[in-house]
């Protein structure tokens, strides 16, 4: 194995790790409501856990955004760089954060209408929203150290802080639910716990791994590194609304066919949501290997590495696309024992075996671009997929129903990997 691979290992191995230990976050509420005895826990849990999720998912600019830049400065050795990027990012956080709690009277009531939540659920889902909004700062800190860890080439940061705020969720919620009876603000309070035992073990790590130091706030205003600092997480902040409205588009196409579709639907997506956790730590490697190369000035050591990320994302793909094809039927019956699900599931299958070809480019590049901090061009490339999967979706959706749905999800996956190949090469040209 060459030098090049198996540091894109080190990096992936960590990040993949973190992102399979993370959603059992949810799950593990999910799992404790579902034992108090009535299914409006449940739904309370789901419909506050989705709220946060797309809050969340806005800011993910804070890791993204944080790791390119941190790499580069990493890159150059410029330890001064590297601590501005973690105090800007930081700051954006506590700011954002301040708005999110200011405003948080309005996000969850509004957010409850619009998803059509009533009732003794919607009364269980803003008390669990009322309590977990207090964990926005603490989230968003650890959006940002994370991004900063991966910068400075260690990637099993993250992956601890992962596993300490997972762990953590488990005892403390099982202690307050089981121990002291609490039902929905148990669970909420012992998962708000753990976001702040997280963000505490980054600060921890952080200064005993690397030493932060705080610069001066003269040099954290600058005024052309902070316009630099937004334009690159407004890029990606753009990126994640086209996400956003592919998403919830397909989810509401789904819901649009009835019931069982939808259920197919879901099962179907989480062929594509495993596989992305995996496409993910590769990306991560390149967001840190690219961008520390890029800002050593090391262009043969970056262009092999990007060689060597897009040849492990299509053995990756080929690997999953093997498995899919084989056992997908088996996996879609350990997901549901239903037997019109199992049996709709059938008839699109195939497009669930196809997802991982479709989708490589696209993880792999993404990481690529973090790391050179070529935000501009990942959003060009999203927004141009974006109105590509709409386009189909108008053409096809009327005539094949779900399976066009699914060709427009499939061709949006190509094109931003194909648009992103595309910029590369002119790029390289240049």
């Not at 603000?185 to 705080?214: D, K, M, N």
Request: contains cysteine; hydrophobic residues 55%; positive net charge.
């Amino acid at each position: 194995m060459k030098p090049i691979d198996r540091e894109i290992l080190s990096f992936a191995i960590p990040s993949i790790i973190t992102n399979i230990t993370t959603p059992l976050l949810a799950m593990m509420d999910v799992a404790i409501v579902g034992h108090m005895g009535h299914p409006a826990y449940i739904a309370a849990i789901s419909v506050g856990g989705t709220v946060f999720n797309m809050i969340y998912w806005l800011f993910g600019f804070l890791r993204m955004g944080t790791s390119g830049l941190s790499a580069q400065a990493h890159g150059k050795a410029d330890s001064l760089e590297e601590n501005l990027v973690l105090s800007r990012g930081l700051a954006v956080a506590a700011s954002a954060s301040i708005i999110l709690i200011l405003l948080s009277g309005i996000i969850g009531p509004l957010s409850f209408s619009l998803m059509n939540v009533s009732g003794e659920v919607r009364a269980m889902a803003s008390e669990y929203f009322r309590i977990l909004i207090w964990g926005a700062p603490a989230v968003l800190v650890t959006y940002t150290f994370s991004g900063w860890f991966l910068g400075l080439k260690n990637p099993s940061a993250p992956m601890w802080v992962s596993l300490i705020i997972n762990i953590s969720n488990i005892v403390i919620s099982l202690m307050l639910v089981l121990g002291f009876g609490m039902k929905i603000e148990g669970v909420a309070t012992g998962t708000l716990i753990a976001q702040w035992l997280g963000a505490l073990s980054c600060i921890i790590i952080a200064i005993r791994r690397h030493s932060p130091s705080i610069p001066l706030f003269t040099e954290i205003v600058d005024l052309h590194e902070l316009k630099r600092f937004f334009s690159i997480n407004a890029d990606i902040f753009l990126r994640t609304l086209c996400l956003i409205a592919v998403t919830v588009w397909f989810t509401r196409a789904g819901a649009s066919q009835g019931t069982v579709t939808l259920a197919v639907n879901t099962l179907l997506m989480q062929f594509f949501i495993f596989f992305s956790y995996f496409m993910d730590g590769f990306a991560f490697a390149g967001e840190s290997i690219t961008g520390n190369r890029h800002g050593a000035g090391d262009h043969n050591g970056m262009s092999d590495a990007i060689k060597s990320l897009l040849k492990t994302g299509a053995i990756t793909a080929l690997i999953f696309t093997v498995l899919y094809a084989a056992f997908g039927s088996e996996i879609i019956k350990l997901l549901s024992n239903d037997s019109e699900v199992i049996f709709k599931a059938r008839e699109f299958g195939g497009w669930a075996i196809v997802i991982p070809a479709a989708g490589f480019l696209a993880f792999t590049w993404d990481g690529i671009f973090i790391g050179l901090t070529a935000t501009r061009a990942m959003l060009v490339s999203i927004a141009i997929s974006t109105a590509i999967y709409f386009i189909v979706y108008k053409a096809l959706f009327p005539a094949i129903g779900n399976h066009g749905l699914w060709a427009a999800f499939i061709a949006y996956l190509l094109c931003r990997g194909l648009t992103l190949s595309l910029i590369y090469r002119k790029k390289r040209k240049v």
